[in-house]
């Protein structure tokens, strides 16, 4: 395999991760092209990039995914390297190999490995030859009414039945009794077709109280293989994720080894290079089992760079330009713990559904153990096009104790006015004691999470306002303005005022 120097990468994405690669790139001494739709002219990571050509309409389907404008732009601008990010064409293999065909790298791995591991039923098949455990459940697409309730019954209620080209928590049902499987299978078959275009589902067993944990590997094109250890991803709404960590409260340093060596063993089984993902789900017993794998950067990356001291963009460019990895499984340590908080646009009082508007206020906290990867700036606005997300932020610290008080510290830094976020739920979840004491699992929200929660702490703000306004008045009295020492209005003295 003969290395080949990046000079010039393309990123064919959008926001927080946009910039997240440019920045890493930038460090390298590499030119970087950002790519952007009508509704994105004015974002920080058009900006950010040395060059910025507009792909097209607001619409995903008609820039960020438009493959042969997004080449068009390469051949032109003579870029070498396409980055995918996450989402859009990142898990595309179609584009994965028209790229290459046109002598372009793609930052990623192979095309095949991109598309045995997209599609759930091959990936369970491809690494069946390989010790790696696997929820109970079939390994083929069930389409016959009669033999899904067989196969429910064979199992055990609940079941879950699941799109195999599904992604981002979608296409997924859980099913209790054998009366709803017939009406669910239905759902599940219509939805994944208008949502995948492909009507594929399978049926596994439902674990009632799981742990979403997931290994992180790194491959070379040379056949070197390495585990960064896991990122817990328990806390979720709708099955996706919104509060990470590294390392999990409850793996033992033997768990950990074998789950690393499993996510190897699935990283084996498609010819893997390139950062990618291996999701497993936990039970009570610590038992673990495969869930799928991600062949892309993801989201909750940074939790894995804090305690790893890797930077992964760093490694993927590295890889994509055909060089060894410089560093052996024995050379990686955990260090310190670091947790991210995905900061929605979202309503957490109104089932997290999903909000636009305007950031009429954005401060960003800082200080130390703190990194904020966004992609907005005050004043603009949340397209309604893409996804809800604003921003990543994550903390480090020397234990998880630590970290986790400067995720609050940082929460309450954040100041976000004009649309409602997760900040306000991730730190009810960072303050529950499930969460201090690290025994919980992915039915968080729905255990111990109640709308009217957010209130209560909303009432106790109200009532220190209440007070301070009481007390703010009779200064007043005394010195006609209310204007703090340091020439600024106290943030109490604003809020009482709106
Ligand atoms: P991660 O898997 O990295 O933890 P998510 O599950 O939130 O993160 O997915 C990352 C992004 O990719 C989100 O924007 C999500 O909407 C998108 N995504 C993931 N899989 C799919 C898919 N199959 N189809 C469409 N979008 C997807
Ligand atoms: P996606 O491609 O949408 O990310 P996953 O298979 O990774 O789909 O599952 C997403 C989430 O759904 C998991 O993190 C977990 O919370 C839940 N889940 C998936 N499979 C099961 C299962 N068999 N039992 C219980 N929960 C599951
Ligand atoms: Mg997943």
Redesign the pocket.
Known sequence: MSERKIKKILVANRGEIAIRVMRTAREMGIQTVAIFSDADASSPHVKYADEAVNVGPAPSNKSYLNMDKIIDVCLELNVDAIHPG??FLS?NATFAKKVAEKGIIFIGPSPEAIEVMGDKLAAKNAVAEYDVPMVPGVNHAVADLKEAKEIAEEIGFPVLIKAS??????GMRVVENPEEIEEQMQRTMSEAESA?GDKSVFIEKFITSPRHIEIQILGDMHGNLVYLFERE?SIQRRH??VIEEAPSAILTPEKRKAMGEAALGVAKSCGYYGAG?VEFIVDENLDFFFLEM?TRL???HPVTEEITGKDLVKEQIYIAEGKALSFKQEDLKIIGHSMEVRVYAENPKENFLPETGRLVTYKVPQGPGVRVDDGFEEGMDIPIYY?P?ISKLITFGANREQARMRMLRAIEEYDITGLSTTLDFCAFALKHDAFISGKFDTRFVQTHFKPEMLDTHNEEEEQIAIALAAYLLEEKKKTSNAVGKDGQMSKWKLRVNQ
């Open positions: 996450y989402g898990e080209a599904g992604g981002g928590g979608k995948f991803c996706q994720k993902t991600n993801q989201v909750e996804d997300m």
